[in-house]
């Protein structure tokens, strides 16, 4: 689904990826970990096409096609989500006309209708309870005041209506309590099947306890150092990045 | 001008009856009595309304143009102007739509506006325009068995001449200000809305108004009177672009709300705003008040998204006890435009509300100014203003200018006044497109939030209308 070759990028001039291969296929879990500034941000944001990262060399394809050459929001209705570690607020703009927007874009895409308000307002309530969110919170602006935990639980929110192929979590996790957590989890958890697949990018294997991945990466000045089963983050959990990061000097 | 070529256009006009022979008829450029007379003329106007507008003249000459605004422009030759032209032969017009300009009708297009106006707005020479004023017609029946009046200015001075007479410059007296002044001398037409007593008019005097708002011309002038215990909604304008070869415009409305009347007057404007260069556009100078007597409630509702330059402070003098005062307004500027706008509550009466809210959003190289006032007279005890301010910038080259002022002269008054400022960042467009959602349609959305506050106050149809329009105005502002 998703093939990364020597990716090369940098942000403000400063090179950031130096080389990353990555493959990811459908139906599969990848944990992404690192110590800080390695890169795993920026992996996210490059994929999704943000303005200012610049690629300077490699490839991406995404269910065969030259992702690099796609628009933002071209990426998005392909089916690749990024879960932002710091959503923005947009005041004024209600969560469910913004959910709406969104769901219609990709859907657009797809050759479909908009969807009718009744069946998706009913969805969107749905949803909203599976993660632990009130009502209330469709009628409100778009992170709108939200806590740092309602503004995770509304970027899961919107995960779950828009059903990515590919979804990419930004550290989701940090700064979640233990509830909140388990509904992250719950969520991942939900649109964990054959045909999506999940990169989960996280500082702590706390998260990997309720998300069991199918594989886990060390991110490493801006290159995939290390790769291997859910043992992996485990280990890295009893003995940091330093042990590796000497093994690959 | 001389005095040849007036009694000839006189004359030409007297020999073929009042309505008929008009098209042929331009006055050459200037301002004289002799042409402040002629229009009166060309009128069939009674004395006392020509001295009226001989009065204006001559206070206009010895006045100066305002320069305390935020906008700058050219200096206007006020002599370079024709103060009277009459409305373009049927001979002249465009035959059908096609002959119209692509650019106009794509969007017209774009906002939704029906076949049958797109004609009417882009002065077809069609059968539909005709359809349209035979709709009018039904309405002016409905209105009539009300006892409402509503007809253009022109025919109320011959008709209902005593109720012209009395309020005509009675809210805008003729040398309230240097437009207005220009205005009472040379008027051309405009509306006139008479509400009985307790009367609650049965429709928003809106789509009639729309077809016929196309012919009004440059020196607009509207009245409108609701008597004792009344109720009437107004909508001045129209949401799509309209064709206008004069660049400047002064007009004047003037409200009257007697006791327990209400008024609720809307304005959608989207005159011409010069290209993409700042070059042409309309300069629209407009003066609008209202006086709310007892338990009378006057509120205003704008959406200003044309024009190269705006001047515009619709207003309220809350004259009686327990009057209420709104002014909720959406000023939008691009490319090189510039706005002054904003509104003045003059708090008279005791225990008076007035609530002011403001929105304004800059894009391009725009200029966007807020100023209002907010006065309470020494006897208006126990009145209160609340006044909420906002902007919005688009892009890192547009301006943003709040000047309000207040002055409180009673101890029991209460004035609140709110004020923010903010950008459409870059990550909240970011995070649109990462949702699959673009540009255009986020800028758009992020706009019509911005202002839900106002559009809630508009008519039903008109508030869908004018998200459309926020979202054509703001086309090429981001990326």
């Not at chain 1, 779950?160 to 700064?175: K, N």
């Not at chain 2, 739509?97 to 004609?119: F, M, N, S």
């Not at chain 2, 943003?400 to 004035?415: D, F, K, L």
Request: hydrophobic letters at 40%.
């Amino acid at each position: 689904m998703l093939s990364i070759e020597n990716l090369q990028a940098t942000v403000d001039g400063k090179a950031i990826l130096k080389g990353l291969n990555l493959e990811v296929k459908a139906g599969e879990v990848h944990a992404i970990m690192g110590p800080n500034g390695s890169g795993k941000s920026t992996l996210g944001h490059v994929l999704a096409g943000r303005p200012g990262y610049e690629v300077t060399g490699g490839a991406v394809r995404f269910n065969g096609e030259d992702l690099l050459q796609m628009d933002t929001e071209e990426r998005a209705r392909e089916g690749l989500f990024l879960a932002f570690q710091y959503p923005v607020e947009i005041p004024g703009v209600s969560n469910m006309e913004f959910l709406k927007a969104a769901v219609d874009a990709v859907r657009a895409q797809r050759g479909e209708e908009p969807a009718d308000s009744v069946s998706f307002l009913k969805q969107a309530r749905a949803i909203c309870k599976q993660v632990d969110l009130d009502q209330s919170f469709l009628r409100r602006g778009v992170n709108e005041g939200f806590s740092g935990g309602e503004k995770k639980r509304n970027e899961l929110m919107q995960m779950m209506m828009l059903e990515p192929r590919l979804a990419i979590l930004d550290e989701t996790d940090s700064g979640l309590d233990i509830d909140a957590l388990q509904v992250v989890a719950n969520g991942v958890n939900a649109l964990r099947n054959p045909e999506h697949a999940i990169v989960l990018v996280t500082h702590y294997q706390r998260l990997l306890d309720h998300i069991e991945p199918d594989f886990v990466h060390v991110l490493a000045e801006g290159r995939i150092v290390k790769s291997g089963d859910k043992s992996l983050a485990l280990e890295l959990e009893a003995k940091g990045y330093s042990w590796l990061e000497e093994e690959v000097a | 001008m001389a005095q040849q070529q007036l009694d000839h256009l006189i004359k030409s006009e007297y020999a073929a009856g009042f309505t008929t022979d008009i098209e042929s008829d331009t006055l050459p450029p200037g301002l004289d009595e002799e042409v402040v007379a002629f229009i009166s003329a060309k009128k069939n106007e009674p004395d006392w309304l020509r001295d009226w507008r001989l009065k204006a003249y001559r206070g206009w000459r010895k006045m100066a143009e305002p320069a305390w605004a935020h906008v700058r422009y050219p200096k206007i030759d006020f002599d370079a102007v024709s103060y009277y032209s009459s409305p373009k032969a049927m001979a002249d017009r465009p035959k059908s739509l096609d002959e119209v300009d692509p650019e106009l009708l794509a969007t017209y297009e774009k906002l939704g506006i029906p076949l049958h106006e797109q004609e009417a707005l882009a002065g077809v020479a069609v059968d539909a325009v005709f359809d349209s004023v035979s709709v009018a017609t039904t309405f002016r029946h409905k209105l009539a068995e009300a006892g409402v009046i509503f007809c253009p200015i022109s025919e109320a001075v011959q008709e209902y001449p005593e109720l012209v007479q009395k309020y005509l410059g009675s809210v805008v007296p003729q040398h309230d200000n240097f437009y207005a002044a220009l205005n009472s001398a040379v008027f051309s037409d405009g509306s006139f809305v008479y509400i009985p007593k307790g009367v609650r008019c049965p429709m928003e005097l809106s789509t009639y108004f729309r077809i016929n708002e196309a012919k009004t011309g440059q020196f607009e002038r509207t009245l409108i009177i609701a008597d004792e215990g009344s109720h009437v909604s107004y909508l001045e304008g129209c949401t799509a672009p309209m064709r206008d070869e004069n660049q400047l415009h002064a007009a004047v409305v003037e409200l009257v709300a007697l006791d327990n009347a209400e008024i609720k007057y809307s304005t959608v404007q989207n005159w011409y705003p010069g290209d993409a260069e700042g070059k042409g556009g309309i300069y629209n100078f407009v003066t609008k008040r209202g006086v709310a007597h007892h338990n009378a409630h006057i509120s205003w509702t704008q959406v200003e998204t044309g024009s190269a330059v705006t001047w515009k402070y619709p207003s309220v003098i809350l004259r009686g006890d327990n009057s209420i005062g709104e002014f909720y307004s959406v000023a939008l500027t691009n490319n090189y435009q510039q706005a002054d706008t904003g509104t003045k509550m003059i708090h008279i009466g005791k225990n008076t509300r007035s609530t002011i809210i403001s929105k304004g959003i800059s894009a391009g190289r725009s200029s966007n100014a807020y100023r209002g006032l907010v006065r309470m007279s020494p006897r208006s005890t126990g009145s209160r203003n609340y006044t909420q301010c906002d902007s919005l910038l688009i892009g890192d080259r547009c301006g943003a200018h709040t000047y309000p002022y207040i002055e409180s002269r009673n101890p029991s008054a209460v004035v609140e006044h709110e004020a923010t400022t903010s950008k459409v960042s870059d990550d909240q467009l970011y995070l649109c497109q990462q949702r699959g959602i673009d540009t255009e349609k986020a800028v758009s959305m992020i706009v019509n939030g911005f202002c839900k506050e106002v559009f809630k106050e508009l008519p039903m149809e008109f508030a869908v209308e004018a998200g459309k329009l926020l979202e054509v105005s703001l086309e090429g502002s981001v990326g």
